[in-house]
């Protein structure tokens, strides 16, 4: 199956650094057409200068509808147009419910869930008025199995499932989809997998079923297909990218 991604018009928040940054370079590899929304895009400079005219860096602060808004109507000038919204963006918080501060928690929805209500807000029209797009929401396995200490974030990213599943029936009669996809382990300067003692790793691992850290092409591969033509009748879905963690008790029994 030829996933032909040639000329999409894709908007990435979050797409400085990370799985976002790993996202923008696939689609880019695609033949796509990418704007990036993030804090700051400076460290994109050369990715920028290198891609002639097919990448635009946006400073945006998801938190804010005006900032929305103008970097918005930016990328959609500088794609001339917009076909795919990657809501990539997002934060962490870690910390027992009772030890959480009301401001950490409100930034974690303002930016996990915030975020993806002002941007899809301000693409919806754009897709409407061309009655085809796709809306792709990061979700996190926490939305399916929270951890001890992830009160804010799971409940952050259940929000996000939610929000996907009902954009995905008010913008069905306009041929746009929504889904959204839940990582499960992916090695970041936001969690520190990788430099956990050896111990730590091989508890987190086993609760795999295919028993390796997670890589962001792993996630843009799900993503791309989401953005493509093929994925054209799924909407409302959240499609599990984390190795079947937890798809039975105890994974690990398999190895033996």
Same mark, same amino acid.
């Not at 918005?72 to 990539?88: F, P, Q």
């Given at each position: 199956?030829?996933?032909?991604?040639?000329?999409?018009?894709?908007?990435? #928040?979050?797409?400085?650094? /990370?799985?976002?940054?790993?996202?923008?370079?696939?689609?880019?590899?695609?033949?796509?057409?990418?704007?990036?929304?993030?804090?700051?895009?400076?460290?994109?400079?050369?990715?920028?200068?290198?891609?002639?005219?097919?990448?635009?860096?946006?400073?945006?602060?998801?938190?804010?509808?005006?900032?929305?808004?103008?970097?918005?109507?930016?990328?959609?000038?500088?794609?001339?147009?917009?076909?795919?919204?990657?809501?990539? *963006?997002?934060?962490?918080?870690?910390?027992?419910?009772?030890?959480?501060?009301?401001? *950490?928690? #409100?930034?974690?929805?303002?930016?996990?869930?915030? /975020?993806?209500?002002?941007?899809?807000?301000?693409?919806?029209?754009?897709?409407?008025?061309?009655?085809?797009?796709?809306?792709?929401?990061?979700?996190?396995?926490?939305?399916?199995?929270?951890?001890? /200490?992830?009160?804010?974030? *799971?409940?952050?990213?259940?929000?996000?499932?939610?929000? #996907?599943?009902?954009?995905?029936?008010?913008?069905?009669?306009? /041929?746009?989809?929504?889904?959204?996809?839940?990582?499960?382990?992916?090695?970041?300067?936001?969690?520190?997998?990788? =430099?956990?003692?050896?111990?730590?790793?091989?508890?987190?691992?086993? #609760?795999?079923?295919?028993?390796?850290?997670? =890589?962001?092409?792993?996630?843009?591969?799900?993503?791309?297909?989401?953005?493509?033509?093929? *994925? +054209?009748?799924?909407?409302?879905?959240?499609?599990?990218?984390? +190795?079947?963690?937890?798809?039975?008790?105890?994974?690990?029994?398999?190895?033996?």
């Amino acid at each position: 199956m030829l996933l032909d991604l040639t000329d999409r018009r894709v908007i990435v #928040t979050g797409g400085a650094r /990370g799985i976002g940054l790993a996202l923008v370079e696939s689609f880019l590899a695609e033949g796509s057409r990418v704007a990036v929304l993030d804090l700051d895009v400076s460290s994109l400079d050369p990715l920028v200068a290198s891609h002639h005219g097919d990448l635009v860096a946006i400073a945006c602060d998801v938190r804010s509808e005006d900032s929305v808004s103008s970097a918005v109507a930016a990328a959609a000038t500088g794609l001339g147009g917009i076909d795919v919204l990657v809501n990539n *963006a997002g934060i962490n918080v870690q910390s027992l419910l009772e030890e959480t501060s009301d401001a *950490a928690w #409100t930034r974690c929805f303002d930016v996990n869930v915030g /975020g993806v209500f002002r941007v899809s807000k301000a693409v919806i029209p754009y897709l409407k008025e061309q009655r085809s797009g796709r809306i792709i929401n990061a979700a996190s396995f926490a939305a399916v199995i929270p951890s001890v /200490g992830s009160a804010a974030y *799971a409940a952050s990213k259940s929000a996000v499932v939610q929000l #996907t599943r009902v954009l995905a029936s008010e913008l069905g009669p306009w /041929g746009i989809t929504v889904n959204a996809y839940a990582p499960g382990m992916v090695p970041t300067a936001m969690n520190g997998f990788a =430099e956990l003692p050896t111990a730590q790793q091989d508890e987190l691992l086993d #609760t795999l079923s295919v028993r390796r850290w997670e =890589e962001p092409e792993d996630v843009a591969n799900v993503v791309r297909f989401l953005a493509s033509d093929q *994925a +054209g009748y799924v909407t409302g879905a959240l499609i599990d990218v984390s +190795g079947g963690k937890f798809a039975t008790q105890f994974p690990a029994r398999a190895r033996g």
